[in-house]
């Protein structure tokens, strides 16, 4: 929510940074809860509306405000799809797919951090094309290895 404010404020420098400090989170809160044993249905929903909101809404608004909005309905409809692949993404994760050691499609996070990066070195017509092609990875069927899974699974064997 705090990058969402940012951006409206035209303060980016600090939109990027509380989307970044969203990616520190994220990559211990579940760690954090298995250790605390406080691992839940409700933390795990909690989760996935955070991440939409932090790597799904704040980063699209932030591309959008800085550089799709010159392209009116176009720039919008762009933006807009990318939100919804990218809560499709984690609804999938949720039902399916959040025991498997792959991931299947892009991860929202890994989508955010490519957008963030394009929208800050690249041109609108690349930043729009690479939304585009974001947006299909994270409801595409292409298996990428799991980190957390990997990194809690060599944790419990050592």
Same mark, same amino acid.
């Given at each position: /929510?705090?990058?969402?404010?940012?951006?409206?404020?035209?303060?980016? =420098?600090?939109?990027?940074?509380?989307? $970044?400090?969203?990616?520190?989170?994220?990559?211990?809160?579940?760690?954090?809860?298995?250790?605390?044993?406080? *691992? =839940?249905?409700?933390?795990?929903?909690?989760?996935?509306?955070?991440?939409?909101?932090?790597?799904?809404?704040?980063?699209?608004?932030?591309?959008? !405000?800085?550089?799709?909005?010159?392209?009116?309905?176009?720039?919008?409809? *762009?933006?807009?799809?990318?939100? @919804?692949?990218?809560?499709?993404?984690? +609804?999938?994760?949720?039902?399916?797919?959040?025991?498997?050691?792959?991931?299947?499609?892009?991860?929202?996070?890994? +989508? +955010? *951090?490519?957008? $963030? $990066?394009?929208?800050?070195?690249?041109?609108? /017509?690349?930043?729009?094309?690479? /939304?585009?092609?974001?947006?299909?990875? /994270?409801?595409? !069927? @292409?298996?990428?290895? !799991?980190?957390?899974?990997?990194?809690?699974?060599?944790?419990?064997?050592?």
């Amino acid at each position: /929510m705090l990058s969402i404010f940012a951006v409206l404020e035209e303060n980016f =420098s600090a939109a990027i940074g509380f989307i $970044l400090l969203g990616l520190l989170f994220d990559l211990f809160d579940e760690r954090i809860a298995r250790k605390l044993g406080t *691992v =839940s249905e409700f933390g795990k929903e909690l989760d996935s509306f955070s991440d939409l909101v932090t790597f799904g809404i704040a980063p699209v608004l932030f591309a959008y !405000h800085v550089l799709l909005s010159d392209f009116g309905q176009i720039g919008l409809f *762009v933006a807009v799809s990318y939100n @919804v692949c990218a809560l499709l993404r984690l +609804a999938r994760f949720n039902t399916t797919q959040s025991e498997l050691p792959t991931f299947i499609g892009l991860p929202v996070p890994a +989508a +955010a *951090v490519i957008l $963030l $990066l394009t929208t800050i070195f690249l041109s609108p /017509m690349f930043v729009a094309g690479i /939304m585009c092609l974001l947006s299909y990875l /994270m409801i595409s !069927h @292409v298996k990428i290895p !799991h980190a957390k899974k990997i990194s809690t699974e060599n944790e419990q064997t050592i």
